[in-house]
């Protein structure tokens, strides 16, 4: 069984341009977080996810951050218009069900802002 | 506030030695899980330990173990016998609760292990 997935493991974009980070979850997961880590921070909850559905987006920033967990395809966190400080790893992980189970973080993917 | 502490921002231990990583959360709530995870420099998250509130127990995995004081609201991780391989990142983290399940996490502690 595949673990989380995500890609890419590393972008580079410059200011002003879209990042799309993706994210499959493992087989037979339905549920999908988002966390962001700073340096030398923890990890931040962003949002949470259901096969089409937004159940928490309380930790997204209102502008430029937008994410989606098609009934098809991996989950994708969307940034537009990148600024240096959103330059940071972004984690994704997965659960079979919500509320008490172990989360299953994927690799990370680092965005740099130039 | 949802807050999760964690004090020791940089821990030592020799090789073969045990070590005890603190933490210690703020929550209303009566019913939560609380989490160690290790973050090696390959970045990747891996749960160590996870502890439900309401059990008394404190959890174990062969050389890491918890000591839970839910009174005090506290969750420190015991690594014994500790290897080289031990060195990475600590995150102490708890669920947020409820139905939404999205983890609060602590800012970590950067372990060390001395040959």
């Known amino acids: 069984n595949a673990g989380v997935m995500q890609n890419p493991r590393h972008l580079v974009r410059r200011r002003g341009q879209e990042a799309r980070l993706r994210c499959s979850p493992m087989k037979g997961h339905s549920h999908v977080y988002w966390y962001r880590q700073l340096p030398e921070e923890g990890l931040k909850f962003m949002v949470y996810?259901?096969?089409?559905?937004?159940?928490?987006e309380s930790g997204m920033p209102k502008e430029r951050f937008s994410a989606e967990f098609p009934k098809e395809g991996p989950s994708i966190l969307r940034i537009q218009q990148v600024v240096r400080g959103d330059s940071a790893a972004y984690f994704c992980?997965?659960?079979?069900?919500?509320?008490?189970?172990?989360?299953?973080f994927g690799p990370g993917t680092r965005l740099t802002v130039t | 506030a949802q807050t999760v502490t964690q004090s020791q921002p940089e821990m030592s231990v020799q090789e073969a030695e045990t070590v005890t990583l603190s933490c210690t959360y703020d929550t209303s709530e009566s019913d939560y899980y609380l989490f160690w995870y290790k973050q090696p420099p390959s970045r990747q998250m891996i749960l160590v330990i996870r502890?439900?509130?309401?059990?008394?127990q404190n959890a174990t995995e062969n050389r890491f173990s918890v000591n839970f004081q839910k009174a005090a609201k506290s969750f420190s991780l015991k690594i014994s016998d500790s290897q080289l391989g031990d060195a990475a990142m600590y995150f102490c983290a708890r669920n947020y609760g409820g139905s939404q399940g999205n983890l609060i996490f602590g800012k970590g502690t950067k372990l060390s292990v001395k040959p």
């Open positions: 992980a997965s659960s079979p069900r919500t509320g008490w189970d172990e989360q299953y």
């Open positions: 502890q439900e509130a309401y059990k008394q």
């Open positions: 996810l259901q096969k089409e559905n937004i159940i928490d």
